[in-house]
């Protein structure tokens, strides 16, 4: 029996397991550098998938990770009250995210999109949920199969995932509905279709005419499509904004933050704690993270080049492959079989799309290079 069968899904991520990559992907990672994996087949790949998209700047980014192990040696990472660096992110969080006056943190997406729709049902008095994409774990945003079992009966009444992105859509669900909240991906990893900035302005309308609350989820957006993200580049209003995976560059720390009314609920009568939220090393980390992202923005330029390679090599080989969605993760769309296990021929750790990361501009020449003998392969 393989390690990763110790686990169920072979790894602690589902989308980490092997039913994520093609038959020949190495069993497990033994180590990381800028854009690289090491597998446990002692081959070092390029790594598209970014730890699903937690690293933006690189594996190993040196003023991250010097941040975090000054914080680790100069004081600890867990204390009994809270410390200097959370309250130092707490200021630089709430200045950075258009509109919001308050913060809590939290590990994974799934804390704070969590704590966010519990928030909203305390402020609004309702209990049904209206959601557009992937928001975590939670009962109320699993309630569809294959993965819902375990799954109480009553949370699936209460949970409506929106079948498709219209507006018309979204105002019939909050008319028929009138839910708590409005739980809205800027674009649907799932379907990603980008939005001009009247559709945001139109669903903000709608929210109040229907007296739901907006619950921005930028786990993955975060970064990516502006700094902070796409709340700043579309000029989006929501009440709830909640991010993000890339926040520490894989130290593990998430945020919600919303008006100040309403976050004040969390000290009301709304419970939303956790022991590790305020953990200091991963805020340290976030800290310098926001500062590389500050000056240098979103990686767009990198994942825009590779998206524009495999279209053309594409087009050359007669595939209909193509990319859709954002520069900085452009997605595949009709990929032919096999490519991915072409792909991991060639040296590349690929599952269909590009996270683009900091790191990969030192890498750019030879993933392209991979990329199109991998669409020749199977062309």
């Not at 038959?23 to 002692?42: F, H, I, M, Q």
């Not at 949920?129 to 992937?134: F, K």
């Not at 709340?231 to 919600?256: H, Q, R, V």
Request: hydrophobic share 40%; net charge negative; aromatic share 8%.
């Amino acid at each position: 029996m393989t390690r990763r069968y110790l686990c169920p899904t072979g790894a602690q991520t589902n989308s980490k397991g092997p039913s994520a990559y093609p038959p020949n992907a190495p069993e497990y990672v033994t180590k990381a550098w800028g854009a690289r994996t090491l597998g446990s087949d002692g081959r070092w790949y390029i790594d598209c998938t970014s730890a699903l998209g937690a690293i933006i700047l690189g594996h190993g980014y040196r003023e991250v990770d010097d941040a975090a192990v000054k914080q680790l040696r100069r004081c600890g990472q867990s204390f009994s009250l809270a410390s200097d660096v959370e309250y130092r992110l707490a200021e630089r969080m709430v200045d950075l995210i258009p509109g919001m006056e308050m913060v809590k943190f939290g590990k994974n997406g799934a804390d704070v999109t969590g704590a966010a729709v519990r928030l909203a049902r305390a402020v609004t008095g309702r209990e049904h949920v209206v959601y557009n994409g992937y928001h975590g774990h939670h009962d109320w945003s699993m309630c569809y199969p294959p993965k819902n079992g375990g799954v109480p009966e009553c949370m699936r009444r209460l949970s409506h995932k929106l079948p498709d992105q219209r507006l018309s859509t979204i105002e019939e669900a909050l008319d028929n509905i009138r839910p708590a909240a409005l739980v809205m991906e800027p674009v649907v990893s799932a379907d990603p279709i980008i939005h001009p900035e009247w559709y945001w302005q139109e669903v903000r309308k709608l929210c109040d005419r229907y007296g739901v609350l907006l619950i921005l989820d930028e786990i993955v957006t975060f970064g990516r499509i502006g700094f902070p993200g796409a709340i700043s580049e579309w000029n989006i209003e929501p009440d709830l904004w909640c991010g993000a995976k890339a926040l520490g560059n894989g130290w593990p720390i998430t945020a919600i933050l919303g008006k100040r009314e309403h976050m004040m609920r969390i000290e009301q009568d709304m419970f939303y704690s956790i022991t590790f939220a305020g953990e200091a090393v991963s805020m340290a980390a976030a800290l310098a993270c926001l500062d590389v992202l500050e000056e240098k923005g979103p990686p767009k330029r990198i994942g825009r080049a590779w998206a524009e390679a495999v279209d053309r090599a594409s087009e050359e080989h007669g595939l209909k492959m193509r990319t859709i969605s954002y520069d900085a993760r452009p997605v595949l769309r009709d990929m032919p079989e096999g490519f991915l296990a072409a792909m991991i021929d060639e040296g590349v750790l690929c599952q269909g799309y590009l996270n683009a990361t900091w790191a990969h501009e030192d890498v750019l020449d030879e993933l392209i290079a991979a990329t199109e003998r991998a669409i020749k392969r199977v062309g």
